[in-house]
């Protein structure tokens, strides 16, 4: 049962949203941009929020931790047929935000901005043929030189991940909140070659639209 929000108090908050994730990817020695289209997943998790002020600025510190989908999806061929392929890596997910209780009565809306650490422990990829049938498997993280070509593992790159996060929401009660956050990844998670950097640029993005409820 969701609890009454307390101004100036430290909240804990369980979150549950949806997002659409996918990556900027491109060719570093020709500067081509590999086509790739959102991809529908979700979040859960639980959030805390500290108030701080900051110059006389009431703001709030927000953290928590999450359990995040991510990826992306293209038109591809496997060699089998052409399809749509579906990549959805998971990840743990630590945010660190800083909100700005915009000034009004009731203080309804809020904006703010921050950063994420994120760590990928597993997934799943689904190839759906455009003439019918499937085929799936599970994603790795790891280097290009330590794959294992037979296996029926798709190598997402590196597992960790950190960026931006750029926030907006609506307190929609007492205790109720609604909150659209973008992000954007400055990691390159492209796999490694032997341990070394290849001319793939590959990073998270995406979009989450949430609804949290303080206990």
Known sequence: MCGLYAKGQVTVSIRAGFNASK???????????????FNPGYQLGMTTDIPITLNRYPLTLQTGLLYSTKGYRQRY????????LCINPYYVELPLNILYNIPGDIERFFIGAGGYFAYGIGGQWVMKYNGGGWNNGTIEYTD???QNPNDNQFNYGRRTDLGINLLAGMNIGPSLYLQLNGQIGLRNIAPLENKK???????NMGINVAIGCHL
């Open 197 to 203: 950097v290849t001319s793939e640029e590959f990073r």
């Open 77 to 84: 061929d496997d060699g089998t047929g052409p399809g749509i």
């Open 144 to 146: 290009i030189s330590d």
């Open 23 to 37: 990556v900027a990817w491109k060719e570093t020695r020709n500067g081509s941009t590999i086509k790739n289209r």
